[in-house]
């Protein structure tokens, strides 16, 4: 939906109304201050209606962020008018957290959107960066990682994943994460592989949920008793 980038700026607006009828001789500063973070808030919402995740998990992201700068813009507006905060202005920023809280549960459920595809094999810093993504993906949705310990480059690797599919390079080879596999889909794989590429070691599990490193840190152990 194209105007959901609109959705801030509107309730950010509808948040400033109490400056239609009155002039600012309230606490110009700290109202100011406020509206100052409600307007980076729109902005940061805005922006989260291009993320590139589920409609639904985007549509909760907006509305959440939305709602928190509508609090904000009222609570601004009234202290710079010298009105005084009524106690349900704290209403919209309760829906927005519990808005936020309705996106993360889309965005680790059952049906969990899959990260996006990666056009090159990524580095350890971007595993790293992505950690916390996978890991909660791993939750609800168990993800099949492959440790390859292979010189092959990694264009050539990438060549031989599908579109969803992630590869990392680690020390002494390389992660791979079948966001959409199955164990007998990295069979397959790894039976594909080993026919055309030499393999000094390899191991396979099925994740479903913990410490990144941790499982990481196995697969490396089990590949390096294959050695």
């Known amino acids: 939906m194209r ?21 600012p001789l309230g606490e110009v500063g700290r109202g100011l201050g406020l509206l100052l973070s409600a307007l980076l808030l729109s902005g940061v919402g ?34 710079l008018v010298g009105g ?6 704290a209403l919209g920023g309760g829906l927005g957290a519990l808005a936020l ?21 990524g580095t350890r810093e971007d595993l790293r960066r992505l950690g916390g993504a996978l890991e909660g993906l791993a ?13 092959v480059s990694p264009e050539t690797l990438l060549g031989e994943l599908r579109r969803e599919d992630l590869a990392f390079q680690v020390s002494g080879g390389y992660l791979l994460v ?22 000094s070691a390899y191991a396979v599990e099925r994740w479903q949920g913990g410490s990144l ?3 990481l840190l196995r697969l490396e152990a089990e590949a390096l008793l294959q050695s």
Request: no cysteine; charged share 15%.
């Open 84 to 89: 005084e905060v009524p106690p349900y202005a």
């Open 46 to 79: 805005s922006l989260y209606s291009r993320f590139p995740v589920a409609y639904s998990v985007q549509l909760f992201l907006v509305l959440g962020l939305s709602l928190l700068a509508f609090q904000l813009a009222l609570e601004g507006a009234l202290l």
């Open 213 to 215: 490193e941790r499982v």
């Open 101 to 121: 809280g309705v996106a993360f549960l889309l965005g680790t459920g059952r049906e969990a959107p899959l990260l996006p595809p990666m056009p090159r094999v």
């Open 178 to 199: 079948l966001q959409a596999g199955r164990p007998e889909d990295a069979a397959g794989l790894l039976r594909r592989l080993r026919e055309r590429f030499p393999l």
């Open 3 to 23: 105007g959901l980038f609109l959705l801030p700026w509107g309730l950010f607006l509808l948040g400033l109304l109490p400056l239609a009828w009155g002039e």
């Open 139 to 151: 939750l609800r949705r168990p993800l099949v990682l492959v440790y390859l310990g292979t010189s």
